[in-house]
């Protein structure tokens, strides 16, 4: 246990919810090596274009106990009115104030008829008392903050079984203007994705033209060609979360999703 | 290499039914000389290396690494003929994944293996024409262990896996740990279940899940891979 361990700690992601894919929520409050199963206060926000931001707390949560819920059962409205993409905020928080939750974890399942996928949140920060430190605490810690650090990087790719998009997640009440490039090195390039407004979620597919300049690659299955995507550092913060989502370029449906 | 590296470790099988790809993002150039140089190692599932290569890209792309040729001298295991892969970049590169199974295709950064006494989890759900299959991969180069705990309903069997130094293994989770009679009461629906990994000794273990759908025909059969990163 750390002797400076924050009461709270919190994560940012999305969400899909449309008449085909609905969304699970799973979490694993876990404090390194503590072994007990005192309760965990799991608090869910969901925000997003035409919904009012609304938090619901899930009873129930222990430490080291894996829990989930579906999300049209936290939050009614995804059943009636609201669809598209939407942004989720994730606090857990303990009574027992000196429990670092820093290495919990959060995944997301994006479920349709035909299949489903699961994507793992960026890595849960300090949230106290409003005041989010993204200071790694423990060795558990520190490793995943290094991992977040090199994941700050992802990788587009297009072919004929995949397409690419940017999902960016503002869990502010201000508009933000994040720095996104492609390309690598010296080449890299600012792309442009606009503002996101606050508490919103956006995905940004990556066009075709972006790729046109990356040199082809003949593989197994085909023509495939890659593009680096990196997030400039002033547009890392607690409250934004980035995540490049993949998708079967003829049925839309999402492949596969990775933080960055 | 430069002294300050990045390290992916993944779980690679071999064809007919699986295909992966390695993709490779490179960081700056701390050569100097505009190259990326990525080290690639395969070891089987006892952790024997069978295969060791070193490939260079040009810093301003994306590289791409086809392992078929790669996975020729791995063992076959649980069905399937599988190892680790380790990969070994300057810092800063980005590593990621690209795996067929079937007709499925998925793609993911490398997993954070769980060191002594850290836990991480995967959700699955069992019952429903699903199979599942644990893939676990030893980082380290020291004998692992870990625990495999299942919650699901009021039920939580926990079993300790050993993987050989650099090696790797895989478990079917229906056959192989829920193999009595009265842990299968899951079989008459479909059951939201969790598996939670816990390192029990230094060498840190990758574990993922390997879902595979029954379709009508196995041709007709759908794969995802759960990942305890993703």
């Known amino acids: 246990m750390d002797r400076a361990a924050p009461t709270a700690v919190k994560t940012v992601m999305f969400c899909l919810s449309t008449s085909s894919i609905k969304t699970r929520v799973h979490f694993f409050p876990t404090a390194g090596s503590t072994t007990s199963h005192q309760p965990i206060t799991c608090v869910l926000s969901l925000f997003g274009k035409g919904i009012e931001k609304r938090s619901v707390m899930l009873d129930g949560g222990r430490l080291n106990q894996p829990d989930g819920v579906r999300l049209e059962e936290a939050f009614p409205t995804l059943r009636n009115e609201a669809s598209g993409i939407f942004g989720l905020e994730m606090q857990l928080s303990s009574q027992q104030g000196r429990l670092n939750l820093l290495s919990s974890q959060a995944a997301i399942e994006l479920v349709s008829p035909q299949t489903s996928i699961m994507y793992y949140s960026a890595p849960f920060i300090a949230d106290v008392d409003g005041a989010i430190s993204m200071e790694p605490q423990g060795e558990l810690s520190q490793r995943l903050a290094a991992a977040r650090r090199r994941s700050f990087v992802g990788v587009g790719v297009q072919d004929a079984f995949v397409t690419t998009s940017l999902i960016m997640v503002n869990s502010t009440q201000e508009t933000m203007r994040p720095a996104i490039f492609h390309g690598v090195g010296g080449e890299a390039q600012s792309l442009p994705v606009g503002n996101i407004s606050p508490e919103s979620a956006m995905e940004i597919p990556l066009e075709e033209s972006l790729f046109k300049k990356t040199t082809p690659h003949e593989c197994l299955w085909g023509l495939s060609r890659a593009e680096k995507i990196s997030v400039g550092p002033d547009s890392l913060t607690p409250h934004t979360a980035f995540y490049v989502m993949y998708r079967d370029p003829v049925s839309k449906r999402p492949v596969s999703v990775c933080a960055l | 290499m430069s002294d300050v590296e990045t390290t992916s470790h993944f779980w690679v099988a071999a064809p007919p039914l ?213």
Not at chain 2, 145 to 172: D, H, K, M
């Open chain 2, 18 to 230: 699986y295909s992966s790809t390695l993709l490779v993002a490179p960081g700056r150039d701390t050569s100097g000389d505009g190259r990326a140089k990525t080290q690639l190692e395969i070891f089987d599932m006892d952790g024997t290396q069978v295969n060791s290569v070193e490939v260079e890209f040009p810093c301003s792309e994306v590289g791409f690494v086809e392992l078929e040729p790669f996975t020729a001298a791995l063992k076959m295991q649980g069905g399937v003929a599988h190892g680790h892969l380790k990969v070994t970049s300057p810092e800063g590169t980005r590593h990621i994944f690209r795996q067929t199974v079937g007709s499925s295709v998925v793609l993911y950064q490398d997993p954070v293996p769980v060191a002594s006494r850290e836990n991480r989890f995967i959700p699955v759900v069992i019952g429903g024409r699903r199979e599942h299959m644990v893939v676990l991969v030893n980082a380290g180069e020291e004998e692992g262990q870990i625990a495999c705990r299942l919650f699901y309903g009021n039920r939580s069997p926990e079993w300790t896996l050993t993987v050989p130094g650099n090696g790797s293994r895989v478990l079917s989770l229906e056959n192989e740990l829920l193999s009595s009679a009265d842990q299968k009461v899951w079989e008459k629906g479909a059951v939201q279940a969790y598996v939670r990994l816990s390192g029990k000794l230094q060498s840190p273990i990758a574990g993922h899940i390997v879902e595979r759908i029954l379709g009508e025909s196995p041709e007709q059969d759908l794969y995802r891979c759960l990942l305890s990163w993703g």
